[in-house]
Each structure stands twice: as structure tokens, then as C-alpha cells.
């Protein structure tokens, strides 16, 4: 079965950092893009940003309001991704989901059930 | 304030076709392909529309989705009690350099 399981959310203060992990088992990991995309409570979807695979490089995109504070990561060898946030900002409090892409680079195929990140001091 | 738009809410009795909207500009939807996502409460949103109109496996062909200039829209046909859900759209905007999400439109079935 094709699974993503995110962990890492918590409570953290305006200003400081987390770092979301998205463990993937039943495909193969290195092969696809994988994306992070957040809810806030009550509102809409937000995409965070995107890692690519090492054959694109491992390029990473992010969307404007993250630029500069987030950071996207990988590790094929343990099926993992890492979305590291600084300087977080109460409006980032969301939940987050890491997504696979399989179908086209910009298909969310596969959700995790998401980790929650609240930030307040 | 979404750069695509769609609208907040649309209704059907069970049985009817139900189309929601989505509303770009030449830098995302009219370039690019378009996505389409349904959320049930509580729930992680679900693919259901790829490249346009292209269904994945599993989704039914209930679901179908089109696009026309800067405009895409899902239609549901056949509306079900268990179709109730949010459906946001989402394309790439070449402006932007990234992904942009509609606001997303709550159907709900009469």
C-alpha cells in the first residue's frame, strides 16, 4: 500500500523553527516529486513548495511566502522528506500534508493524513 | 484573495448536474493545466481531475472536467448525498513561479 506518514508538527513561538518529516513506504520513493501543501483552520489549501528528483537534481520550488524560510529536503535512501521552517509566523499555523506526485509532476496523487503546526506564544 | 476563483458554494438536488467554475488568467490557467481536488470532512483532499480532464483510476465518470481559454470547470452528473464535499481547482502560474489554489466551492447536495 501506497502511504505517506508525516510527523513533527507541535505548538512553537513566533520566531522559531520545526522540522516536518514525511516518511513514504510502497512505491518507489526516488522516482517521484514530492510536494507540501497546508490548510489553515477553516480556509483553503496553500502550496508550500516542491523537491525534485535526483534526475531533475533535487530542484526545489517554493511558494512566495515561504521563500527564504522554508526549506524542502530529501533522503532516498530512507524514503524520507523534510520540510525544515524557520522564522515561523502565527500564519503558518496549518495543518501540513506531504504529497506524492505520480501521474504528472503536479498531481497530488497521494496525501499523508497531515501533522498540525501551531504557532502562538 | 485567490488568483484563481472560483465560487463559494454550489447545490444540487440528488440526481442533478452540478458544474463549478474556475477562473484564471493567462499565467495559470490559461497556460496550464488544471487540477482538480474534492475534500469530505476530515478528510485529505483527493485527486479527481488531472492535466484538464483526465480522470485517475477509481474516480467515477461522474466526475469531468474541461477547459476553455482562461476558464476550467468540474461537472458532476448524477449528484450523490456522498458527493458533498469541498472541490478546489489548482494550476501553475507562470507570474508567480508556483501553484495556486483556488478558495474552493462547498457542494451540497439538496
Known amino acids: 500500500e501506497v502511504q505517506l506518514v508525516e510527523s513533527g508538527g507541535g505548538l512553537v513561538q513566533p520566531g522559531g523553527s520545526l522540522k516536518l518529516s514525511c516518511a513514504a513506504s510502497?512505491?518507489?520513493?526516488?522516482?517521484?516529486?514530492i510536494h507540501w501543501v497546508r490548510q489553515t483552520s477553516g480556509k483553503g489549501l496553500e502550496w508550500v513548495g516542491r523537491?525534485?528528483?535526483?534526475?531533475?537534481?533535487?530542484?526545489?520550488t517554493y511558494a512566495a511566502s515561504e521563500r527564504g524560510r522554508f526549506t524542502i529536503s530529501r533522503d532516498d535512501s530512507k524514503n524520507m522528506a523534510y520540510l525544515q521552517m524557520n522564522s515561523l509566523k502565527t500564519e503558518d499555523t496549518a495543518v501540513y500534508y506531504c504529497?506524492?506526485?505520480?501521474?504528472?509532476?503536479?498531481?497530488?496523487?497521494?496525501w499523508g493524513q497531515g501533522t498540525m503546526v501551531t504557532v502562538s506564544s | 484573495q485567490s488568483v484563481v476563483t472560483q465560487p463559494p458554494s454550489a447545490s444540487g438536488t440528488p440526481g442533478q448536474r452540478v458544474t463549478i467554475s474556475c477562473s484564471g488568467t493567462?499565467?495559470?490557467?490559461?497556460?496550464?493545466?488544471v487540477y482538480w481536488y474534492q475534500q469530505l470532512p476530515r478528510t485529505a483532499p483527493k485527486l479527481l481531475i488531472y492535466?484538464?480532464?483526465q480522470r485517475p483510476s477509481g474516480v467515477p465518470d461522474r466526475f469531468s472536467g474541461s477547459k476553455s481559454g482562461t476558464s476550467a470547470s468540474l461537472a458532476i452528473s448524477g449528484l450523490r448525498s456522498e458527493d458533498e464535499a469541498d472541490y478546489y481547482c489548482?494550476?501553475?502560474?507562470?507570474?508567480?513561479?508556483?501553484?495556486?489554489f483556488g478558495a474552493g466551492t462547498r457542494v451540497t447536495v439538496l
Open positions: 504529497i506524492l506526485s505520480s501521474i504528472t509532476p503536479f498531481s497530488f496523487d497521494i
Open positions: 523537491i525534485r528528483t535526483r534526475a531533475n537534481y533535487y530542484a526545489t
Open positions: 489548482v494550476a501553475w502560474d507562470d507570474s508567480l513561479s508556483g501553484l495556486v
Open positions: 493567462s499565467s495559470n490557467v490559461g497556460r496550464n493545466n
Open positions: 492535466s484538464n480532464n
Open positions: 510502497g512505491f518507489t520513493f526516488s522516482g517521484s516529486p
